[in-house]
Structures are given as structure tokens and as C-alpha cells.
């Protein structure tokens, strides 16, 4: 106690002018830059708080104090900040519920959450605070080391406060407007490209539906495959998606040999015991050798009636189709399925990838993945990649193919041919051991 004392107060002295140590119990105290950012501090510990305030203050932050949710309640109620501090243990009502009440800010703010709970809990925290809305949040393990302190500080207060994704005007769509849309081909795929993780070589895409409305513009999938599948138009939209996706592929296997187009496959179309025969027929009817389809399944897709999608998946794998179980880990029954059903490849959900580099839970789970679909000798495909880091990782332990915005978003098929052309591809490069074990907590 009396050494972590002794550091504390040191620390103070060396971020005063004066070289003095300053244990103040200030409610806010200001910055003499004009246009400071703004810091909210919300500490029960009066030496923490002022400790803080004075690594803030150093970097040019106006500092404001709380030392209970109450206090904190009333301030971000009254004023905005762009920065907040939070310690977890603050009493009867704890940091948690804080997290909770910043994620309705909006502005949302910058957040930094101290805790001295255990690396899981810190970790489980922010996965928390961004389900609730704080989009730019990071942690700081107590006992404090105020070098990370003062650099994620810094980090933050070079960025403006994070903006709110804007998901466009509420849009009042019914099963109408699908059957016209139709009817009148509003509806088209993309393609994102798939890339070999090791060396950087384009091997295929996933299929994407989009739907451009002359009325309402670009609509979200999001909006309109659940509308689809609950009006009946999920299959005639997949049809129409798989049919285009195939006449592209035999267009891109001009140009990259062995190339493999994804096109997801609908739960009303998983207990349709007629589709092997329906898509063998369309790539016999097209000229598209089997190989180069890859039909994938969610989990909760295959789960939904277990007989009809073994059934159906496995006189697809005897036709030579390929099927990949999508967004995997995301549901209850993932390794049932994986145990279940002949799937030639695992495709790890976004969710585990973009953040994977951040969080160590995230990324054992990705290395879980890799080892498991490798087990089953399945390829397995990472998507949601959004930085080469990321990529260069992902290569290291052993993951096969990748999809994200680090390598391209989705294109139409005349903008997939002309990227194709210009792609050098790039990573991975020498990722160290010390790196990875970092990542995995190790």
C-alpha cells in the first residue's frame, strides 16, 4: 500500500510545472487551451481521480470529476463531453450501469473504462459497451500504469467524438414492393472479392443481393431479406441472384483459373428437397463446372429441420457442390451442425473478426475456429477483415481465405473484373510470435 502511495504521488509531482505534488479534490478544473476537449472523470477514489485529471490536464483536457453514477448522471445530463473516464467500482450503482446511460448519448463520447476486475471481465465490458452504442471505447487495467494512460488519452483526443451510423430515413416497405422490384429486375448481385490469406491471390467472391428502388433509392439487405422471407419472394430472389452469380462466374473463371462464387442459401430453400437437382441443372444449363459453387448455410438455417438440410447438403456435396457453414459460432448449435453435416468449408463470423486484434477472447476463438474447421478438413474463410494487421494474423494462424473492406467491398461484376486486374494483393509479412501472444493473452 505504502509503495503504490509512494508511485501515485510520484507520478503527480512529475505532471505538475512545479514539480509539487497536488492532491486536490477539484469538481472541474480547466485547461487554459482554448477549444479543449473535455474529460469527464468518474472515480470514487479521490487519488485516482486526481491523478487522472492531472495526466488530462497535461495533454491539454478541460477535466471535470464525479465520484458516483448519481454525480455522472447529472452531468452528462446537463453538458456534453468528449471524453469519459470510467472506473467500474463505484458503489451501489456500479460503472455497468454507466456504460448503459453514455450509450444513449449522442453525440456518442469517447469512453476509457479502468478497472482492476480480471482481463475477461475488462474485455466482456467493452464488448458490452459497444452493444450498447459507445462505438470508440478502450480499457485500462488497474493497478494503473499512467504511460498507457497518458497514450489512450492522447489517441482519444486526437479524434473527434465518434459519429452515429446513419441508417438512412425509416423506410415503409411491404411484399409489394419486393414482387415489383422483381418483376421489374431492381434487384442485382455484388460481389466481394475472396482472397488466398497467404499469398494475396483473388480464388473467388460471395454473392451479395442488392436492390436499387427507383422509389425509395438503395434499400438495405437488412430490411429486405427478412421481408422476403416472411412475404414468400426469398426464393425467386435467390434464384435470381444464383442464376446471375453463375453467368458472372463463368466470366471470372476467364480470368482467374479455379475461381469460386458463394451465393447464400436460404432456410425456406434448405427444406426444399428439389434444389440439388435445380442448381445442377442451372451450372450444366450455364457451363459452370460444380466446383466453382459455393452454397453457404447459417447454422440456424441447417438447425431448423436437421433431416431435410443433411438430406439436402449431402446430394449437394455428391454433385460436386460445395457448402460452407456461414457465420459460424454466432448460435447455439454450431459444433452440432459441424459434427451433423458435411460442410466443406467454415466461414468465421464478422463478429469474432473485426475485433479479434483488439480483444483476446475474440481472437482465441478465431484461432479455435482455424484449428476446428482444419480438423474437419474444411477451408476456412474470415470475414469482416478491415485492416492488413488483421489480414497479416489471420495468415499466421493458419486461416485460409479472407473477405472484408481491407481488400474490397462489394462490386458489380464490371467493377469486380477491373479490380481484379489492378489487385497486387500485399500481406502477409513476417507477423511475430511475441504479437500473437499478446493478442491471445498468453
Not at 480480471?118 to 493497478?143: E, Y
Not at 412475404?231 to 453467368?247: D, E, F
Not at 448460435?331 to 460442410?343: D, K, V
Amino acid at each position: 500500500m505504502f509503495t503504490s502511495w509512494l508511485l501515485l504521488t510520484a507520478t503527480i509531482a512529475a505532471d505538475h510545472p512545479s514539480g509539487k505534488h497536488e492532491i486536490g479534490c477539484r469538481m472541474s478544473t480547466h485547461s487554459e487551451q482554448p477549444g479543449a476537449s473535455t474529460l469527464l472523470i468518474v472515480d470514487d477514489d479521490a487519488t485516482q481521480r486526481s491523478v487522472i485529471s492531472r495526466i488530462a490536464q497535461r495533454l491539454g483536457y478541460e477535466t471535470t470529476m464525479a465520484v458516483s453514477f448519481d454525480e455522472a448522471a447529472g452531468l452528462i445530463a446537463d453538458r456534453s463531453f468528449d471524453c469519459i473516464t470510467v472506473d467500474l467500482s463505484l458503489g451501489e450503482r456500479d460503472g455497468i450501469e454507466l456504460l448503459r446511460l453514455i450509450g444513449e448519448l449522442r453525440p456518442t463520447p469517447h469512453v476509457v473504462v479502468i478497472s482492476g476486475c480480471d482481463a475477461r471481465i475488462l474485455n466482456a465490458t467493452v464488448r458490452m459497451a459497444h452493444a450498447a452504442g459507445i462505438i470508440d471505447v478502450r480499457s485500462v487495467p488497474k493497478p494503473v500504469d499512467f504511460g498507457l494512460l497518458r497514450t489512450t488519452l492522447a489517441v482519444v483526443q486526437s479524434r473527434r467524438p465518434a459519429p452515429v451510423p446513419d441508417h438512412g430515413p425509416v423506410i415503409a416497405i411491404d411484399e409489394r414492393h419486393i414482387a415489383r422490384g422483381l418483376a421489374n429486375h431492381e434487384f442485382f448481385p455484388v460481389f466481394q472479392p475472396k482472397i488466398d490469406l497467404a499469398t494475396g491471390k483473388v480464388v473467388g467472391c460471395e454473392a451479395l443481393a442488392r436492390w436499387r428502388s427507383p422509389e425509395f433509392g438503395t434499400i438495405s439487405p437488412e430490411l429486405f431479406i427478412p421481408l422476403a422471407e416472411r412475404s414468400g419472394h426469398i426464393q425467386p430472389l435467390t434464384q435470381l441472384v444464383l442464376a446471375r452469380s453463375i453467368a458472372a462466374a463463368c466470366t471470372f473463371t476467364g480470368l482467374i483459373p479455379d475461381f469460386v462464387v458463394a451465393v447464400n442459401l436460404s432456410a425456406t430453400l434448405l427444406t426444399d428437397l428439389s434444389i440439388p437437382k435445380y442448381v445442377r441443372g442451372l451450372l450444366a444449363d450455364m457451363g459452370l463446372p460444380p466446383s466453382s459453387l459455393m452454397l453457404e448455410v447459417t447454422e440456424s438455417t441447417a438447425m431448423s429441420d436437421v433431416s431435410r438440410a443433411i438430406d439436402i447438403i449431402l446430394r449437394l456435396r455428391l454433385k460436386g457442390i460445395g457448402v460452407s457453414i456461414d457465420d459460424f459460432g454466432t448460435g447455439y448449435s454450431s459444433l452440432s451442425a459441424l459434427a451433423r453435416m458435411p460442410f466443406s468449408e467454415l466461414k468465421i463470423d464478422r463478429s469474432f473478426v473485426r475485433h479479434c486484434q483488439t480483444d483476446p477472447d475474440l481472437w482465441k476463438i478465431v484461432r479455435g475456429c482455424v484449428a476446428i474447421g482444419h480438423e474437419f478438413n474444411m477451408k476456412v474463410v474470415a470475414e469482416g477483415i478491415e485492416d492488413e494487421d488483421t489480414w497479416r494474423a489471420l495468415a499466421a494462424v493458419g486461416c485460409d481465405l479472407g473477405q472484408g473492406f481491407a481488400i474490397s467491398a462489394g462490386l458489380t461484376e464490371q467493377d469486380f473484373f477491373d479490380w481484379a486486374a489492378r489487385w497486387q494483393g500485399h500481406p502477409p509479412q513476417s507477423h511475430s510470435r511475441d504479437a500473437r501472444n499478446r493478442r491471445s493473452g498468453a
